[in-house]
Structure formats: structure tokens, C-alpha cells
DNA sequence: AATATAAGCAACCGCCTCTTG
DNA sequence: ACAAGAGGCGGTTGCTTATAT
């Protein structure tokens, strides 16, 4: 049943790629094309595992791949894009053409996280922390509104819609998200 | 100059969905 | 219809480099 083993996994190679294998995989898919990754590391006379071969080639030599540092105009797509999204890297790289979903996920946890975090933002809900607000804050809403605070923080990062409306209302009530395992098939 | 700590990033791991036989 | 592998994805780890003391 079923389809014939990936790959044996002995004795294949791990960690970091040398220039000798990315230039095993770059000259075989330039000629083959990046079909089939069961087959892709014995034909092309590779060590590895057909999902490291992916990996290195969709993260790191795939030719229309944009490197170097992210603009103003990139990092508040994905901002905004996170807002709407959550942690679909995918579905964000789709949006940033030449950026891979691996380095959004990088940039998003080693900068943008850490920016929202320093502003007083919650990175998954684009919500003000509760737990830095005051708790007149919380239950006087005339005082603090997801409206005036969007506009602060869309001033601030100079963003012109930084949240998605539809689910930037403030709730007062946290809905976290359904675990896997109780969403039906 | 040496050491400690923080930041950045490539790559791996494990889970989930899709595809195939 | 079902079982099992392939491919894809998000989370995490661990190595390297930069910065602070």
C-alpha cells in the first residue's frame, strides 16, 4: 500500500550546506527542474534527505530570491498581513515577492515582535497588552478605544491601516484560538 | 584583549494535509 | 475506502556574528 519509502536515512548528511552542495542542487534542478525531492538527492548525487534539498532550495538558492534587509515598506505589509492572517508565513510570503516564508518568520520574531512588544502591542491579537493598561482603561471604554489606539499606533509605525477592522474592535472578551485537535475534519 | 551576553538566521523537527497505489 | 508516503508548514534549536562590559 501506499508509496515506496522517501529515503533511507542512514547515513545522510545534516547541518549546514557547503558550496559544493548547493552547487549540486543548483546545476541539477537548472537542468531537471525542482520536481520530484524523493528522487532529487540520488540523481543529483546528494547525502541529504529530499526535504533538506527542498528546504536549502526554497529558503536559500532559488534565484529570484530577494536578500538583504527589509523595507519600511515590507515590514508594514507583514504587520498588516499578520493582523489579518496570524502565523500563515506562507501565506504572507505569497504577498512579499523574493522573500520566503522562513525569513518573514525570522524577521517578524527577531524584530517586528520585539517592536509591537516595546509599543505596548500584543503581537498575536494587534491589541494593546491588557496587562499594561490600567483597569480603567479596561472597563471605561469612552476612555480607550481600538480606533484611537490604531490611529496612535498606525501614526507611529506610519502605517495607514495597520489592523484589519473587521477584528480590530477591542473585544473585551479573549477568544484564543480552537486547538487542532477540536476542529472537526 | 578577553569574556559574556544578545541578536540574527539557517536548518532541523514534528505535525498536518494531500496524493497515490 | 483506506493506508502510508510525500510535500508543506510553523515552531524551535543551535551555531555564528555583533555588541557590551
Redesign the pocket.
Known amino acids: 500500500?501506499?508509496?515506496?519509502?522517501?529515503?533511507d536515512k542512514n547515513g545522510l548528511?545534516?547541518?549546514?550546506?557547503t558550496t559544493e552542495e548547493d552547487q549540486k542542487l543548483i546545476d541539477y534542478i537548472q537542468k531537471n527542474g525542482s520536481?520530484?525531492?524523493?528522487i532529487l538527492p540520488k540523481n543529483a548525487g546528494l547525502q541529504?534527505c529530499?526535504?533538506?534539498c527542498?528546504?536549502?532550495w526554497?529558503?536559500?538558492l532559488r534565484p529570484d530570491i530577494k536578500?538583504g534587509k527589509f523595507s519600511l515598506e515590507e515590514e508594514e505589509t507583514i504587520i498588516h498581513l499578520h493582523s489579518i492572517l496570524g502565523?500563515?508565513?506562507?501565506?504572507i510570503a505569497v504577498r512579499l515577492p523574493g522573500r520566503t516564508?522562513?525569513?518573514i518568520?525570522?524577521?517578524w520574531?527577531?524584530?517586528i515582535r520585539?517592536k509591537l512588544l516595546r509599543m505596548g502591542i500584543d503581537p498575536i491579537t494587534h491589541r494593546p497588552r491588557l496587562d499594561l493598561l490600567d483597569l480603567n482603561s479596561i472597563f471605561n471604554p469612552s476612555l480607550y478605544n481600538s480606533t484611537q489606539w490604531n490611529n496612535n499606533l498606525s501614526r507611529l509605525l506610519g502605517v495607514q491601516s495597520l489592523v484589519n477592522p473587521e477584528i480590530s474592535q477591542f473585544p473585551l472578551i479573549f477568544s484564543p484560538p480552537k486547538p487542532?485537535?477540536l476542529?472537526a475534519?
Not at 1 to 6: E, K, L, V, Y
Request: charged letters at 35%; hydrophobic letters at 15%.
Open positions: 500500500m501506499g508509496r515506496t519509502p522517501c529515503c548528511k545534516k547541518g549546514p550546506w520536481g520530484n525531492w524523493r541529504r529530499g526535504k533538506s527542498r528546504l536549502r526554497t529558503n536559500y536578500r502565523n500563515k508565513w506562507s501565506a516564508d522562513n525569513e518568520k525570522n524577521y520574531n527577531t524584530h520585539k487542532k485537535f476542529i475534519k
